[in-house]
């Protein structure tokens, strides 16, 4: 696969090691009631979707940034690719 | 406890009622047909149509789901069950794996039951009358610093409490057994292994024939090229699946799907604690024998064996990226070949032939499930990562033990899918939720 | 014994003759012969068995798709097993052998098979050797294993290694026939960057080996001309012998390039292109029909090739027959050539061979019409399969033509790629021709650089018509698989038993599994399949053709990454010194550490090790930790962000203070441990275990840019920036004092402070913390003065008798000190089995936290750190025993814990050792038994603090 890094353009995927899902970057609330719960399904339970999904992504081999990567499951076509660090300020900017 | 559990399992059938024209495999028959031009062997396993319900629907005709539905039928007398299969059975994992089987495991809630798994095997031929070619030849786990020693002295300990016994190899033990391993001038030097001699092979595609022969011959139904397409939900409870030769009903529903258990379990709006991986495989060109047993390297995830047609059939790393593509990326392939020739630098030679990726359910702690799910009627089986293999007697045995008696045998009862809710995760390798580390 | 040289056709250099050996017998070749050829010509047709009936076995075809002229080329390490002889191009002084025979080639003991074949038909053993149980292990399988294999693999390494490296270009066009050459000519005219690879010698692929005309020359001649054109291209290059096998994500291919040069087996090559063009043309396939396989009966492609382009007859009586014009076509050329055709057969003029006859090859053939026809060798053709291998790595799937009787790449490409020639079905040189040029000017227009439309060269079309025939139905053995020994019957008996799907009559009758991969016989096989249901061959399917295309060897895609060069090696910035001192090194990961330093007289590790540690623990010693993980952490909000890392409390950490702290995993468990230095306000130095350093930054990284995106805080990984080294013991500050000019005294610098100060004149760090339990400092410069520093302080060290201690002495201390190490920070454990439970803070909240809270991770009885000593004080405790209660049975249910560090302490004068037990420190005081089963030792033990020495610390505050 090649990821096309929103910086650097696009690299071999020897460069990156991967995470997992993008849901890890929503960290549930701690102080919430059922924190127990929220933390459960954010620590263990994945959609795990055959087709389009959003993954973490790091380029450990770069410039370490933390990359939320769009892509298919089914066909390692990578659809788009964006840092991790603006899609989760944009997270909590819809949060706020 | 695990000896006790197999001696009874390798005990005597409760069903020996055949259906059809059930013939009984040996010598004598194979002359006989011989001689008459092999003209008249019946069918493994009937082609039959779906009935409008069972007592038990399997959804999977892998090696698991077909193991269960032989457990189910010879050991609990259950055979108003169908195995429903997508395409044809034993396409699936089972079909295309390293064909390794063994019981050297850590925790206690893994090695009772590996150590079952291989018991059944080490009886399967006799109980299914089809000869998968169980080949006890030994694993060897090779480690090459006092740390590794360490944990493997304390697997090794594991493996003799539970009887699966094992031993400590040292330098000169592993050169005068495995001439081609390179000691001393890989990167690497060997420090010693962890041996257990019951490890061993089987022809995988004869596993899961021989399990749908014996099960199809207790009266099971195998309805193959029939795709699940959605559960039949009633009141919150399961009551069948719906499939695309219409709807078949069943007291329990037991899902069975590794690779596409996130897929299938999605129809009941299940989320699994399960990541789909690709795993790459590869078998070299034939050569005479070469390697008298399995071996894995301690710096770098390899290991090897080789068949009795004389492929080295051997693998590495899962893909790090989750997918569904049953390929994997050209760089995965080359770490394996650069971490295989540190082993054994003669292999350098020795060419791929062929090379395969399947998908692998790889769960939060590296291990299997098989439980209950919330939904009434429903019941799970996956998340086997790339160990299944070898847990396909032990697996079904469980597994219709569950479906049987609705409690989970007891060499099965950690692998829950609470686990992760409670905390008793059967972690091996201590990597923690992150299921590509695994 | 039947083939011959021409004395005048083909294209080799008849100047340059060359000697090779065929197990015991040099024979004569010449350049541009292969050695399949060149066996061909001296007369041998038989060059090895089959793999079950261990049946003769000649040369079959003339390339990569040939599946019975196996052979080993080289000798003793360097031997290679399985090669085809068609692929080898002939060299001065070739050794080759032949395989899988015991006896000799000609009387192979094991042809024993072929008499016992009724009775080892298809799935045979699966329904037998099963009793006596043990029987299958000790006498069945040794003897199917010993005669299945093919050739020998030698145990032992040759040394060879195989280059590797990547290529990156417009277009890559796989296949250099006419379609290929047409393609990579318009292209390469644009100036568009262009790679051609070629299974052969890149010269025309088919056209070479034929005689049909392009315009008005030899098509051969032509595709010299092309190439020569190519060659000139300063954007074209030409890889010949290069075989593209496996087609990856987003144009990325894997190629094998088989010229040996600079001293290397080949190369592997990662190919980057934008597009691809797959021109991989079609290989001819066989007819079943009883004694098919005998040596002699080849592809009549490979017959008229030999003559055309090696100047070889195939045998001195040639009869040909075909389903298709291709019999007629290979006639004409092997009469042109002078060979002697004896039968010219057609399937659709009625002719069927029923049977043949021939011990070591053929002599004979016989018809339905009971004609019987003389002959050494026959030619047949049963039509084409295009190559569609790489266009369905991706899984897409090859349709079925019905007018071809073939199947033709399906729409689902790899994306990037096109088809042209042969492959698509266009068999006829003058399509080839117009499509190569067509699907080549239509990718330079999607490159942006349209191209001129090439004049297609006339061509001589060669007719090839197809009827459909798979089989002759007549008694006797067929063979679909040669090389497997899989006959039509297996494939009858396989359907009637259930086997109806291709995968599972594959799998069941190993058709296809051989070294050729079902190059020729698989449509066959499938045919025969359809035929058998009664169903057409696309409802029967097509197995999936998955990488590589032809085997490739393991060596060629690990590269250089061999031996010493698997990984690389980090050396610490003082290794050179401590190789100097004699010492002894152990791997920690990709580390290189000294393990401890044997002194004259020393005569095993033990006495170093004790000696070292009783030398740091009276005077002074010093340890080389630089392989520690250190991360720089700055910003406005360090402090918050190293607050939500670690588990214990960080935001108020003083500046000029280092703390020990503890990170989590989000799931609760420990993840790692180390020690925290605030510099400055703004500024933290963390300090991870060697083994974690890079997963703990990938895993901050992961914090402060998904999770703390609004922190100002940045990490910089420095460990190999700073040579760090523990000075320790009860003299280490007047050591130290020597080259630091600052007050490191008690009150000028306690226990855990840090300063940034001048190190023998160098900027450099110092820490006072302690692994060792001693008064001890760490102290770090620049990475480039490690080895000055170093030798500076031993020297001034020697008259208080400074020491250099290794991990060993390292590992000695703080098991007399109860930390935790690798044994214990296993990724199993929690903070509470540590004995740090009081650690992680109920204040805050921090990565882990909730997660640490569930009920299986502070339940009570989870075994958790304890201290263990002999009972007989004289007892060896060992990491890896489990603990049992004394006098139990040996089993899982009884297992209570496990010895994770055990080591001599020498400052206590007996075994002491860390584990963890269910109950934990609860448990003070009992005897239990540390049972090491394997190594087939145990001890009674009794279970004491963790906190051997000094448990107070008192020593490390002075």
Redesign the interface.
């Known amino acids: 696969?090649?990821i096309d890094h929103p910086v650097l353009g696009p690299r071999d995927?020897r460069e990156f090691?991967v995470?997992g899902d993008a849901s890890?970057?929503d960290?549930p609330d701690?102080?919430s009631p059922d924190?127990?719960k929220l933390?459960?399904d954010?620590?263990?339970l994945r959609d795990n979707p055959a087709g389009i999904k959003r993954e973490?992504w790091?380029h450990?081999g770069g410039d370490?940034?933390?990359l939320v990567v769009t892509r298919d499951t089914l066909?390692?076509?990578?659809l788009s690719v964006a840092?991790?660090?603006?899609v989760?300020?944009r997270n909590?900017e819809t949060q706020a | 406890?695990?000896q006790t559990d197999a001696s009874s399992a390798t005990g005597a059938l409760t069903s020996k009622e055949h259906v059809g024209d059930h013939m009984r495999?040996?010598?004598w028959?194979?002359?006989k047909?011989?001689?008459t031009?092999?003209?008249s062997?019946?069918?493994?396993?009937r082609?039959p149509e779906p009935k409008s319900g069972y007592d038990i629907v399997i959804v999977g005709g892998g090696g698991h789901g077909l193991s269960t539905a032989h457990h189910l039928a010879h050991r609990h007398g259950l055979t108003n069950v169908a195995v429903v299969e997508k395409?044809?059975i034993?396409?699936g994992n089972v079909?295309r794996n390293t064909t390794m089987i063994r019981s050297n495991y850590l925790l206690?809630g893994n090695?009772?039951f590996y150590e079952l798994s291989l018991q059944l095997w080490e009886n399967l031929?006799?109980e299914i009358?089809?000869?998968?070619?169980?080949?006890?030849?030994g694993i060897l786990n090779l480690a090459?610093?006092?740390?590794q020693?360490?944990?493997?002295?304390?697997r090794?300990?594991?493996?003799?409490?539970?009887?699966a016994g094992?031993?400590?190899w040292d330098r000169k033990q592993i050169a005068k057994h495995l001439?081609?391993i390179?000691l001393d001038?890989?990167?690497?030097p060997v420090i010693g292994g962890l041996w257990q001699p019951r490890a061993g092979t089987v022809?995988h595609?004869?596993v899961a024939?021989?399990y749908a022969r014996s099960a199809d011959s207790a009266g099971v139904d195998i309805l193959q090229n029939t795709e699940v397409t959605g559960f039949i939900i009633e009141g919150g409870k399961c009551c069948g699946v719906m499939t695309s030769k219409g709807p078949i009903r069943a007291e329990k529903v037991a899902v069975c799907v590794a690779g596409s258990s996130s897929r299938v379990m999605n129809m009941a709006d299940i989320r699994l604690p399960i990541e789909s991986h690709a795993l790459q495989a590869f078998v070299?060109?034939?050569?005479?024998?070469?390697l008298p047993c399995i071996v894995t390297y301690g710096?770098?995830h390899f290991y090897i064996c080789?068949s009795?047609?004389?492929g080295l059939v051997f693998g590495g790393d899962i893909e790090a990226f989750s997918t569904y593509?049953?390929?994997g990326?050209?760089s995965t392939?080359?770490h394996v070949?650069?971490?295989?020739?540190?082993m054994m630098?003669?292999?350098?030679?020795?060419?791929?032939?062929?090379?395969?990726g399947g998908l692998v359910d790889m769960s939060m702690d590296g291990s299997p499930i098989i439980d209950r799910t919330e939904m009434e009627g429903l019941y799970f089986n996956g998340g086997w990562c790339y160990g299944g293999f070898k847990a396909t007697p032990a697996s079904g045995y469980c597994y219709a033990h569950l479906l049987a008696t609705d409690t989970s045998h007891d060499v099965a009862s950690a692998m829950t899918l609470d686990?992760f809710?409670?905390?008793?995760?059967i972690?091996e390798?201590?990597?923690?939720?992150t299921p590509n580390l695994h | 014994m039947s083939g011959y040289r021409l004395a005048t056709a083909g294209r080799i250099d008849r100047s340059k003759p060359i000697s090779f050996r065929f197990d015991n017998t040099w024979m004569k070749g010449f350049e541009g012969d292969t050695l399949a050829s060149a066996l061909l010509a001296n007369g041998v047709s038989l060059v090895g068995r089959s793999?079950k009936y261990h049946r003769p076995r000649g040369i079959f075809s003339d390339g990569s798709d040939e599946p019975n002229a196996l052979v080993t080329i080289g000798e003793g390490?360097?031997?290679?097993?399985?090669t085809r002889a068609t692929m080898v191009p002939l060299t001065q002084g070739l050794v080759a052998s032949s395989q899988n025979w015991r006896g000799s080639l000609k009387w192979d003991l094991m042809s024993v098979n072929d008499i016992a074949a009724?009775?080892l038909?298809?799935g045979?053993?699966?329904?037998?050797?099963?009793?006596p149980?043990a029987f299958?292990?000790k006498v069945y399988?040794p003897f199917?294993?010993?005669s299945?294999?093919?050739?020998?693999?030698?145990?032992?390494?040759?040394?060879?290694?195989?280059a590797?490296g990547w290529k990156h270009c417009d277009v890559l066009v796989i296949g250099a026939g006419p379609s290929g050459l047409m393609a990579a000519l318009t292209l390469g005219r644009t100036g568009a960057r262009v790679i051609v690879a070629d299974e052969a010698d890149a010269n025309g692929g088919r056209l070479a080996r034929e005689s049909l005309a392009v315009g008005d020359e030899l098509g051969a001649d032509w595709a010299v001309g092309v190439r020569a054109e190519l060659d000139s291209l300063p954007n074209v290059e030409v890889l010949p012998r290069t075989t593209v096998w496996?087609v990856?994500?987003?144009g990325?291919y894997?190629a094998l390039e088989r010229t040996e040069r600079n001293g290397t087996r080949g190369t592997?090559w990662?190919i980057r292109a934008k597009h691809s063009i797959l021109a991989a043309g079609a290989t001819e396939r066989p007819i079943a029909f009883p004694g098919n396989d005998r040596p002699g009966v080849m592809l009549a492609s490979a017959a008229r090739g030999y003559a055309n382009h090696e100047g070889v007859a195939v045998g001195r009586r040639v009869a040909v027959w075909g389903n298709n014009d291709n019999a007629t076509r290979t006639a004409k050329d092997l009469k042109a050539a002078g060979v002697r055709v004896v039968a010219e057969l057609d399937t659709r003029k009625g002719d069927e061979i029923v049977r043949t006859k021939g011990r070591h090859g053929l002599r004979e053939i016989f018809l339905s019409d009971d004609r019987r026809i003389e002959a050494d060798a026959l030619a047949i053709s049963g039509g084409w399969s295009p190559n569609v291998h790489l266009t369905c790595?991706?899984?897409g799937r090859p349709v079925w033509d019905e007018e071809r009787a073939a199947f033709l790449p399906g729409p689902d490409l790899p994306?990037g790629m096109a088809c042209a020639g042969a492959v698509t079905g266009a068999y006829a040189l003058s399509d080839a021709l117009r499509q190569g040029a067509e699907v080549g000017s239509d990718i330079a227009e999607a490159l942006g650089k349209p191209a001129p439309r090439l004049n297609v060269p006339e061509a001589e079309d060669d007719p090839r018509e197809v009827s459909a025939f798979w089989q002759v139905k007549a008694k006797g053995r067929a063979w679909v698989d040669m090389q497997n020994d899989v006959t039509s019957?297996d494939i009858v008996?396989a359907q009637?038993?259930?086997?109806v799907?291709v995968?599972?009559a594959k799998?069941?009758t190993?058709l296809g599994?051989?070294?050729d991969?079902g190059k020729t016989g698989n449509v066959l096989g499938l045919a025969l399949l359809a035929e058998a249901t009664g169903r057409t061959i696309p409802e029967t399917g097509t197995t999936i053709f998955?990488?590589?295309y032809t085997?490739?060897?393991?060596?060629a895609?690990?590269?250089t990454?061999?031996?010493?060069?698997?990984?690389p090696?980090r050396k610490t910035p003082s290794h050179a010194w401590a190789k100097e001192q004699g010492a002894v090194f152990?791997?920690?990961g990709l580390w290189l550490r000294a393990q401890y330093f044997p002194q004259p007289g020393e005569t095993h590790w033990r006495q170093s090790v004790d000696r070292e540690v009783i030398a740091t623990r009276r005077g002074v010693g010093i340890c080389d930790v630089s392989t520690l993980g250190k991360i720089d952490v700055q910003g406005r909000d360090a402090a918050a962000f190293l607050n939500f890392v670690y588990a214990n409390g960080f935001a108020k950490l003083a500046v000029g203070k280092t703390r020990y702290g503890l990170m989590l995993?989000?799931?609760?468990?420990a993840?790692d441990d180390g020690t925290c230095a605030r510099l400055s306000e703004n500024r933290y130095m963390v300090t991870t275990t060697t083994a974690n350093a890079?997963s703990v930054?990938?895993h901050m990284?992961?914090v402060r840019?998904?999770?703390c995106?609004?922190m100002d805080v940045h990490?910089i990984s420095v460990t190999d920036a700073w040579a760090q080294y523990a000075v320790a013991g009860p003299q280490s500050r007047a050591l130290l004092q020597k080259v630091i000019d600052e007050d490191i005294s008690n009150e000028g610098f306690p226990f855990m402070a840090c300063k940034g100060l001048d190190v023998a004149g160098v900027p450099g760090r110092l820490f006072r913390i302690s692994f060792s339990g001693e008064l001890a400092y760490e102290v770090a410069v620049p990475t480039r003065y490690g080895d000055a520093l170093i030798r500076r302080l031993m020297e001034l060290g020697a008259p208080m008798g400074v020491v250099p201690y290794g991990t060993e002495a390292l590992g000695v201390m703080r098991i007399e000190k109860g930390h935790a190490a690798?044994?214990e920070l296993?990724?199993?454990t929690t903070a509470g089995d540590l004995g740090l439970g009081r650690m992680v803070s109920t204040k805050k909240?921090s990565i882990g936290?909730?997660?640490s809270?569930?009920?299986?991770?502070e339940a009570g009885d989870r075994p958790a750190l304890v201290g263990l000593v002999p009972v007989n004080k004289t007892a060896h405790l060992?990491?890896?025993?489990?603990i049992l209660p004394p006098k139990v049975a040996?089993?899982?249910?009884?297992?209570q814990g496990?010895?994770?560090?055990a080591c001599h302490s020498p400052t206590l004068g007996h075994d002491i050792a860390l584990g963890f037990l269910k109950g934990g420190m609860a448990r003070a005081g009992e005897t239990l038994v540390a049972?090491?089963?394997?190594?087939g030792v145990q001890s009674d033990v009794t279970v004491v603090s963790p906190h051997f020495y000094d448990p107070e610390g008192e020593r490390l505050r002075v």
Not at chain 2, 429 to 433: E, F
């Open positions: 696969m090649m995927v090691t995470l890890l970057i960290r701690p102080t924190a127990a933390f459960h954010y620590v263990h973490l790091f450990e370490r940034s933390w066909s390692h076509r990578v840092l991790a660090r603006d989760a300020r909590r | 406890m695990a495999y040996s010598a028959e194979i002359f047909q011989g001689l031009g092999n003209k062997w019946p069918r493994m396993w082609d395409g044809w034993g396409g079909g206690a090695q009772p031929e006799q009358n089809y000869n998968a070619m169980v080949s006890q030849r090459h610093t006092d740390a020693r360490d944990a493997y002295i304390r090794g300990n594991s493996m003799r409490l539970s009887g094992g031993e400590w001439p081609m390179d001038t890989s990167r690497f022809r595609d004869a024939w021989g070299t060109e034939g050569v005479k024998p070469f710096t770098g080789q009795d047609k004389g593509a049953q390929r990326d050209l392939a080359e070949m650069e971490v295989g020739l540190a630098p003669a292999l350098a030679r020795a060419r791929v032939l062929r090379n395969w686990r809710a409670t905390g008793a995760v972690d390798n201590g990597r923690g939720a | 793999f390490a360097a031997a290679t097993p399985n009724p009775f038909s298809a045979f053993y699966y329904k037998t050797f099963m009793w149980k299958w292990e399988e199917i294993r010993s299945a294999g093919l050739g020998v693999l030698s145990e032992k390494s040759d040394g060879a290694v195989h590797s496996g990856y994500d987003e990325l894997g592997h990662r790595h991706h899984r994306p019957k008996q009637a038993e259930g086997f799907s995968e599972h799998r069941y190993t599994m051989a070294t991969q998955r990488p590589p085997p490739i060897p393991m060596g895609m690990a590269g990454h061999r031996g010493q060069h698997f990984q090696l152990t791997e920690a995993r989000e799931d609760g468990f993840f890079g930054l990938r990284e992961f840019q998904c999770l995106p609004e990490l690798g044994g296993n990724g199993q909240d936290t909730v997660s809270k569930r009920p299986a991770l060992q990491a890896g025993a489990h040996t089993k899982t249910a009884n297992d496990w010895v994770s560090s049972w090491d089963g394997i190594r």
